[in-house]
């Protein structure tokens, strides 16, 4: 059985929220089409609430398609600037890991993911700056946790979003 | 006239009507009744009142410079406003401070404190003295203070010292508090000496003058036949003529505290009758009063659009501007569309109406994005939120050390990241300076600058001990207050899966929480007791359930501190029509839940004392809201009540553990 050190916690993490916040915003800037797979697939949970959370400037959304559709119908330009990010892994082990692998532990733990930053609205240059602020709780791309699975050739997105409170700030 | 366009939802009708008060408009100097050109004497105050205010030009002396009498009207009237154009400064350079004595504080029960109790004290009269109707209108500081035996010697700025006098009397910690004036600024008192002091004594004593209280209107129309100006040969040379116009920008700078109170106290500025053929002599008003709704450029000299280029993207909220009598009108018949284009709240241009209320809501930021701001999304469980939010700043800003033991286990991480380039304050509250993050860039984790995997690994701070540690590192802070500041907070809640159980029992996790806060803070000097800086946070909890003497535990606590941005972003864009699911900071204040208070306990004043008596007594609000309520709204009964029953009150009625 292969145990994580704190420093494989902190790689592993760090690796993720980078690529993900990098992926994550240059698709709501310029490829909206792709936005939902960011997202869990909707699932309802035992308790009768219903994953991916999505809270946005304080609505509830419950669904990625959604969400997507109207970033695609709806929002004018947008471009987003993650100025701070930042992770800490929520969960270290989300399933039983007896007798996996390494590289299977890496990919069984939770994280949670704030960013700071500005986004030019409407407008490239002369269009009003916003800052923001948009926290993210990430879990592995896998069906144990409702997810697709990245396919067979690891193509799909490593991460998904659970959870998410995005709010302009100033 | 610009200032009576305050209110363009009653003014200027499209139609003739409109044209007429164009032209009428056309005198852009009617309120000040100074004598240019021969045409400003007579009143031309042709439309009714647009509110019920009384129109100022009714009442304010004709033929030029105000009468001393006038001049301190206004200044009164400023004193007693929110929105305080200085008493003037005595000597402004130099800050000449007034000493005041504080008598009768030594019998009271922060006696037993080790200082005697000076400094709760000292702290207590900068709270009280900076709160006008419960709302802080500026902050007033005591810059200096010495104990002779019972008496305490306080320093202040002159136009602080009239808000403390107020206090004399007051009663604090337990007995009421003598505060008398020794008397004028006990320093550098002497009349303005130097050339730099006379000048600015006579620039102040111009924009006063120029100044009307009421309609927030500064009328700097026709400066170049100003007597005052005349006899300082001020435009004989090119040279000073330059300078002049900033210089007064800079004058009016230094007679407000704050940006904010600038802004807020003059709304309208007339430029009229200068023979300006560009605008870069002027052009520091932008910089000074950016916020300016009204601006009246007629009779100038202004021949073509690009003479006033450097005032496109400048104004954001103006909403009246007067071009009319430049050469602009017959040379460019375009312009006006082109104008209405630079300023995206612009109503009105000449006095005619080009964009509806409902026009100009529509274009507001984010109003067309599909996501309206919203009221916070908070969804709590059985107040288990609510509370720990309350307990956790309460103590952040009291007792780190007590709170890493309270909240935080040897499986707690926390970690801070500092965005130095986050855009600031849309109203530029606070100036960035060099150096400005120095104390915290230490041990920030943006891994958008920490790019190596050690540093990254050593700035996550995990247990007890590592996080008291990180908080110790960072500055002394104060947050507002929650219930009767609500509107600086934006904080959202919801239930989250797969939380780490502590227990074991549960492999996958249960459920916990995940918090966001966005909200801000005041740097707090550890040796004064001063705040000296305000920043914005925002804050990002998980909360699982806890083993420990609190009934949560913090699994993860990530801050992101950025400068200072406001908390306008917060407001819903619009109330109506939305289905607001609970939002804890609207009903936050225990006291509007109250519902009866006695006659003469205003709500502010209510909540001021549930604040006081928590502040006292280390009982949560809730409780003191309870025991005042029990006691009639009498501070010191509930003082005395508290005194009685202290012994007995479970610990959940206080807001600190008692560790």
Redesign the interface.
């Known amino acids: 059985m292969a145990t994580l050190t ?2 494989d916690y ?2 592993v993490s ?1 690796d993720a ?2 690529r993900f916040v990098d992926l994550y915003y240059t698709a709501l800037n310029g490829a909206r089409n792709t936005i939902s797979s960011f997202y869990l697939p909707t699932v309802t ?1 035992e ?1 009768g ?1 219903t ?1 991916p ?1 999505i ?6 959304v419950s669904d990625a398609k959604s969400f997507q559709e ?2 695609e ?4 330009y947008t471009h987003f600037e ?15 890991m007896e007798g996996k692998s390494k590289r299977d532990a890496e990919r069984n733990m ?1 994280l ?1 993911v ?1 960013v ?3 986004v030019r ?2 407008e490239r240059k ?1 269009g ?4 923001f ?1 948009d ?1 993210f ?1 990430l ?1 592995p791309n896998k069906e144990e946790v409702g997810g697709r699975g990245t396919g067979k050739q690891d193509t799909g997105k490593k991460w998904l979003i ?2 998410q ?6 | 006239m610009v200032a009576r366009h305050n209110t363009p939802r009653t003014a200027a009708p499209r139609g003739p009507a409109a044209t007429r008060r164009g032209r009428a408009d056309r005198d852009g100097d009617v309120v000040m009744g100074m004598p240019i050109k021969g045409r400003a004497a007579v009143s031309k105050s042709t439309g009714p009142p647009t509110g019920p205010r009384r129109d100022a030009t009714l009442r304010t002396p004709r033929g030029g410079i105000l009468s001393a009498t006038a001049q301190r009207e206004i200044l009164r009237k400023a004193g007693t406003s929110d929105m305080t154009m200085k008493e003037a400064r005595t000597s402004a350079a130099k800050g000449g401070l007034v000493e005041l004595k504080v008598t009768g504080w030594n019998k009271s029960k922060a006696s037993g404190d080790a200082d005697g109790g000076v400094s709760s004290l000292i702290k207590w009269l900068e709270k009280k003295g900076s709160t006008k109707l419960g709302s802080r209108v500026r902050s007033l500081k005591i810059r200096k203070s010495r104990t002779e035996g019972s008496d305490l010697l306080i320093k202040v700025a002159p136009e602080d010292a009239g808000a403390l006098v107020r206090m004399n009397n007051y009663g604090w910690a337990g007995i009421n508090i003598t505060i008398e004036l020794m008397g004028g600024p006990v320093q550098d008192s002497a009349a303005p000496c130097s050339e730099a002091e006379k000048t600015k004594a006579m620039l102040r004593s111009v924009l006063e003058r120029r100044y009307d209280f009421e309609t927030k209107f500064l009328n700097l129309s026709g400066l170049g036949a100003d007597e005052e100006l005349k006899k300082q040969h001020i435009f004989d040379s090119k040279s000073t003529a330059g300078k002049f116009f900033p210089a007064m920008m800079r004058v009016l700078e230094l007679s407000f505290d704050k940006p904010e109170e600038r802004h807020a106290a003059v709304t309208s500025v007339s430029l009229a009758n200068n023979d300006l053929e560009d605008l870069s002599v002027v052009s520091t008003l932008s910089l000074t009063l950016p916020k300016l709704q009204n601006l009246d450029l007629s009779n100038n000299k202004l021949d073509k659009l690009s003479t006033l280029g450097i005032w496109r993207k400048r104004f954001f909220h103006l909403q009246h501007l007067i071009l009319t009598g430049n050469p602009l009108e017959q040379n460019d018949p375009n312009y006006a569309q082109e104008i209405v284009s630079w300023y995206p709240n612009l109503r009105q241009l000449n006095g005619i109406q080009v964009r509806t209320e409902d026009e100009v809501a529509k274009r507001t930021k984010g109003a067309e994005l599909p996501f309206p701001i919203r009221s916070a999304l908070f969804q709590d469980e059985g107040g288990i939120a609510e509370q720990f939010i309350r307990t956790f700043f309460m103590g952040f800003d009291s007792d780190r050390a007590a709170l890493a033991t309270h909240y935080y286990d040897d499986n707690s991480d926390f970690s801070y990241a500092v965005n130095t380039q986050a855009p600031s304050d849309p109203a530029g509250a606070e100036k960035i300076e060099r150096g400005e993050w120095e104390g915290y860039i230490k041990n920030s984790r943006n891994l958008k600058k920490i790019t190596q995997l050690p540093p990254r690994q050593n700035r996550l701070f995990r247990g007890t001990k590592a996080v008291a540690d990180a908080f110790a590192s960072l500055p002394k802070t104060k947050h507002p207050d929650l219930a009767s500041e609500a509107r600086k907070w934006m904080i959202e809640a919801k239930m989250v899966p797969g939380v780490p159980d502590p227990t074991g029992q549960s492999a996958s996790g249960v459920d916990g929480f995940k918090i966001t806060i966005s909200g801000e803070f005041e740097e707090v000097d550890t040796a004064t007791g001063q705040a000296k800086k305000k920043r914005s946070f925002d804050r990002t909890f998980i909360l699982g359930p806890g083993t420990g003497p609190a009934v949560v535990r913090i699994v993860n606590d990530i801050l992101t501190v950025r400068a200072y941005g406001g908390a306008q972003a917060f407001e819903p864009d619009n109330a109506e029509g939305w289905n607001m699911e609970a939002a804890p900071q609207q009903q936050a204040a225990p006291v509007e839940a109250a519902g009866q208070l006695p006659a003469g306990i205003s709500l502010e004043i209510a909540e001021q004392m549930v604040a006081e008596l928590t502040k006292q007594t280390g009982m949560t609000l809730q409780y003191s809201k309870d025991c005042l309520d029990q006691v009639g709204w009498n501070f010191e009964a509930g003082l005395e009540a508290f005194a009685r029953v202290k012994d007995s009150l479970p610990p959940t009625a206080f807001m600190q553990p008692t560790t």
Not at chain 1, 55 to 60: P, Q, R, W
């Open positions: 704190e420093v902190t790689r760090t929220a980078e949970q308790n609430r994953l959370h809270s946005y400037n304080g609505e509830h109207r970033w119908k709806q929002m004018p993650a100025q701070s990010v930042n992770v800490h892994v929520m969960n270290p082990c989300i399933l039983p939770s949670i704030q700071s930053g500005s609205l409407e002369a009003p700056l916003r800052g602020s926290s709780i879990v659970q959870s409170t995005f709010r302009f700030v100033v």
